[in-house]
């Protein structure tokens, strides 16, 4: 019996599994809502849930904020698909990995720090999915390879591939050193590089695939100290466009989203005033959230865009138009 959806519900069941079955309802409510909780067990019997007043201590701060209807079926339409999403132990890369749960997909979430990574997978078990995590450097091909033999005994398949993970080293020319150089390229195009050669394997057998690039604003209007993450990001739309052209005969579509100025632990550093600085050159007049450019890709990576390839998808307020 539901009272009222988002005060109270009373459920009677035979154990365990009526247990996952109304985790699995109730997924995103426990997402938006994390003070609901099972009141009671009582003789295996579940006997209600509720939502609670105080939801402090089991919500990361970087989880999706926005509510999404979960009679809307279109959100489901990932449903027995398979994800991985590099880099996605915090940031833009969580959002999507959770967005891309809530609409049914199973997720293997790659990243190099491994607290972030596990955290993510334990937000998605909680939506009621399968989920791996992997602690790979996608710049060591070898190690990439090996993520991609546990995915493939794991799951048998992969649909989806988000090449999101990234990192900035940033300097004027003048300064950099070529280390800078070096660590930005071998993550952010290299990384890219292992990834989608080790995925296409998989997706090339089924005919069908979908890869999402994640590029930068950087990348398509250039930007002041960041000539090799720039230039990095640059390269990965050229990338986009090639592998749009090499692979639309295995039905994989390839496409990029270019996000502006995103509140990340990425941008966490940038000094108040210089972000009060780029906000005023933004049109839409504020910094973008990590689900924003999750909802670009969760269409990129839906049948919505199944005529869709090759291209570049700005994410960035009007930044750069
Ligand atoms: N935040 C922004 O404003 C912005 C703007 C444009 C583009 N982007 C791009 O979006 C993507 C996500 O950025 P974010 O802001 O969420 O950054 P973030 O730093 O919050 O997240 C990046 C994640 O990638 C992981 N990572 C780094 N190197 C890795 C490696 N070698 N192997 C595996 N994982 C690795 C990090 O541990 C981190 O968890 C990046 O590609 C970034 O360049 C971000």
């Known amino acids: 019996m539901l009272n009222n959806p988002l005060d109270v519900a009373i459920f009677q069941g035979n154990g365990e599994n009526e247990r996952m079955e109304i985790e699995k309802m109730f997924c995103n409510l426990l997402i938006e809502l994390p003070g609901i909780v099972f009141l ?4 295996q019997n579940i006997i209600g849930v509720m939502r609670m ?4 201590g089991s919500k990361t701060t970087d989880e999706p904020k ?6 809307d079926i279109s959100w489901m339409q990932l449903e027995n698909k398979v994800a991985l999403i590099t880099g996605a132990g915090s940031g833009i890369g969580r959002a999507i990995a959770l967005y891309l749960a809530k609409a049914g997909a199973d997720i293997v979430v790659n990243d190099i720090d491994s607290k972030g990574a596990e955290e993510t997978a334990q937000l998605i078990h909680r ?3 399968e989920t791996l995590f992997y602690c790979t450097n996608i710049a060591v091909k070898a190690d990439v390879e090996e993520m991609f033999t546990a995915i493939e005994t794991k799951f048998e398949r992969l649909d989806i591939l988000v090449n999101n993970a990234g990192i900035t080293r940033d300097g004027f020319l003048l300064k950099m050193t070529e280390d800078q150089w070096d660590q930005v390229m071998v993550v952010n195009l290299k990384g890219v590089f ?7 394997k998989l997706m090339s057998e089924r005919n069908s695939g979908k890869i ?4 930068s604003a950087s990348g398509q209007m250039g930007n002041i100290g960041q000539v090799n993450y720039a230039a990095s990001k640059a390269c990965v739309i050229g990338m986009t466009k090639t592998l749009a052209k090499e692979l639309a005969k295995f039905n994989i579509n390839v496409n990029a989203v270019a996000p502006g100025f995103i509140l990340t632990p990425m941008t966490a550093a940038v000094p108040e005033k210089v972000k009060d600085y780029l906000i005023k050159g933004i049109p839409l007049g504020r910094a973008g959230t990590p689900e924003d450019v999750a909802n670009a890709v969760r ?3 839906s049948e919505e865009s199944a005529y869709i390839t090759g291209q570049v998808i700005a994410c960035n307020g009007g930044m750069y138009v």
């Open 40 to 43: 009671a067990k009582e003789k």
């Open 53 to 56: 007043k105080s939801c402090e």
């Open 66 to 71: 926005d509510s999404k209807d979960e009679n």
């Open 127 to 129: 939506c009621g999915r």
């Open 194 to 200: 292992n990834c989608t050669q080790s995925a296409i």
């Open 212 to 215: 999402v690039n994640l590029s």
């Open 299 to 301: 269409f990129l990576v």
